[in-house]
């Protein structure tokens, strides 16, 4: 079995992922970062806690750090809900939290298992960051890394241009895509260009709801129901775009991403732009490609997967 590490800020379409990854029998979580970014770390660590137990998961789940490396934290209970996960109701988690930094769980683990662990970020890159200040060799560690992140030929989610996971830590990933350059395999980052083309419309919400009597199950309801009733706010229709699965599963099953390698870096410096993940195709910079930019995908066979994958891990 691949041995990932999961790093997060769960969040509603986090805990689809962590849901997934967990009904895959190909993958061994090794450990589970919980990152602030949607909610607080309080509140992430919370939801995993209860998730990793309701899923069976031994792994250590670990409080990371509790803001972004310069800025200040900003959280997004209007997507997301007052705990992270919309309508549900939590039971009392009967898991508790590693004593490890988030930071330290990542450097352990990647020494724990040289060159085979698969590396997914799923919220803002803030601890990862951190874990490459302890172990600058940490990318060539990993066997791969992947990341939910950025908006390339896109708009933004958050700013104009920039998408949540980015700006919510602009330095941290730019520090990540920096450090990451000397990886012997190019992180993989699946931005908004894919990710929304992940729309949950009615049928996958009944869908969800018909996935049967496990107790994640009506979390993972509630939680979409208010994901939906924001998107419709938002201006979206009575939808959700389900972002983080998609990268869960390119970065365990290698399909339902096409990506293209190009240089990426983070504007950190814009009074307009900061957050904003800008590629460099035309090779202006001079700079050899350190990203393969995910740039299409297969949305309804992904979705297909995801359901299927959930149907047949939440009753086996
Ligand atoms: C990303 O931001 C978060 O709100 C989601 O969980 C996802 O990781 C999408 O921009
Ligand atoms: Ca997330």
Same mark, same amino acid.
């Given at each position: 079995r691949t041995p990932l590490l999961l790093d997060c800020d769960t969040g509603i379409d986090d805990a689809f992922a962590l849901t997934y990854l967990a009904? %895959?029998? &190909? #993958? !061994?979580?090794?450990?589970?970062?919980?990152?602030a970014g949607n909610v607080p770390t309080a509140a992430v660590l919370h939801n995993n806690?209860?998730?990793?137990?309701?899923? *069976?998961? $031994?792994?250590?789940?670990? %409080?990371?750090?509790?803001? /972004?490396? #310069?800025? &200040?934290?900003?959280?997004? !209970?209007?997507?997301?809900? /007052?705990?992270?996960?919309?309508?549900?109701?939590l039971p009392e988690p009967t898991r508790t939290a590693d004593p490890r930094t988030g930071?330290?769980?990542w450097v352990e683990a990647a020494r724990a298992h040289p060159g085979e662990l698969v590396g997914l970020v799923l919220g803002p890159h803030t601890n990862l960051a951190l874990a490459l200040e302890m172990e600058p060799k940490l990318p060539r560690l990993l066997k791969r890394l992947h990341v939910m992140g *950025?908006?390339?030929?896109?708009? *933004?989610?958050?700013?104009?241009?920039? &998408?949540?996971? #980015?700006?919510?830590?602009p330095e941290a990933a730019q520090r990540v895509l920096a450090a990451f350059s000397t990886a012997p395999t190019r992180p993989v980052m699946g931005g908004?260009?894919?990710?929304?083309a992940v729309r949950f419309r009615q049928p996958e919400l009944d869908a969800v709801q018909a996935l049967g009597d496990h107790p994640v199950v009506g979390i993972l309801? $509630?939680?979409?129901? =208010?994901? =939906? &009733?924001?998107?419709?706010?938002?201006? =979206?229709?009575?939808?959700?775009?389900v972002h983080d699965p998609l990268v869960a599963a390119h970065a365990v099953t290698g399909r339902f991403l096409q990506t293209t390698a190009l240089p990426v870096d983070v504007e950190l410096a814009g009074t307009l732009t900061r957050g904003q993940t800008v590629a460099? /195709?035309? @090779? %202006?910079? @001079? %700079? !050899? /490609?350190? #990203?393969?930019?995910?740039?299409?995908?297969?949305?309804?066979? =992904?979705?297909?997967?995801?359901?299927e994958?959930?149907?047949? *891990?939440l009753h086996g």
């Amino acid at each position: 079995r691949t041995p990932l590490l999961l790093d997060c800020d769960t969040g509603i379409d986090d805990a689809f992922a962590l849901t997934y990854l967990a009904c %895959r029998p &190909e #993958v !061994e979580i090794v450990g589970i970062v919980s990152t602030a970014g949607n909610v607080p770390t309080a509140a992430v660590l919370h939801n995993n806690l209860v998730l990793a137990g309701l899923l *069976g998961i $031994d792994a250590p789940v670990a %409080r990371g750090a509790q803001v /972004p490396l #310069v800025q &200040e934290l900003m959280t997004a !209970e209007d997507t997301h809900g /007052p705990t992270g996960l919309g309508h549900a109701q939590l039971p009392e988690p009967t898991r508790t939290a590693d004593p490890r930094t988030g930071a330290q769980l990542w450097v352990e683990a990647a020494r724990a298992h040289p060159g085979e662990l698969v590396g997914l970020v799923l919220g803002p890159h803030t601890n990862l960051a951190l874990a490459l200040e302890m172990e600058p060799k940490l990318p060539r560690l990993l066997k791969r890394l992947h990341v939910m992140g *950025g908006a390339i030929n896109h708009r *933004g989610n958050t700013g104009a241009t920039s &998408e949540w996971n #980015v700006a919510v830590d602009p330095e941290a990933a730019q520090r990540v895509l920096a450090a990451f350059s000397t990886a012997p395999t190019r992180p993989v980052m699946g931005g908004l260009d894919t990710t929304e083309a992940v729309r949950f419309r009615q049928p996958e919400l009944d869908a969800v709801q018909a996935l049967g009597d496990h107790p994640v199950v009506g979390i993972l309801a $509630d939680a979409l129901r =208010f994901y =939906f &009733e924001f998107h419709q706010a938002d201006g =979206f229709g009575w939808s959700a775009h389900v972002h983080d699965p998609l990268v869960a599963a390119h970065a365990v099953t290698g399909r339902f991403l096409q990506t293209t390698a190009l240089p990426v870096d983070v504007e950190l410096a814009g009074t307009l732009t900061r957050g904003q993940t800008v590629a460099d /195709p035309l @090779g %202006r910079w @001079g %700079r !050899e /490609p350190n #990203v393969d930019v995910a740039t299409s995908a297969n949305a309804p066979a =992904f979705i297909a997967h995801l359901l299927e994958t959930l149907r047949q *891990g939440l009753h086996g």
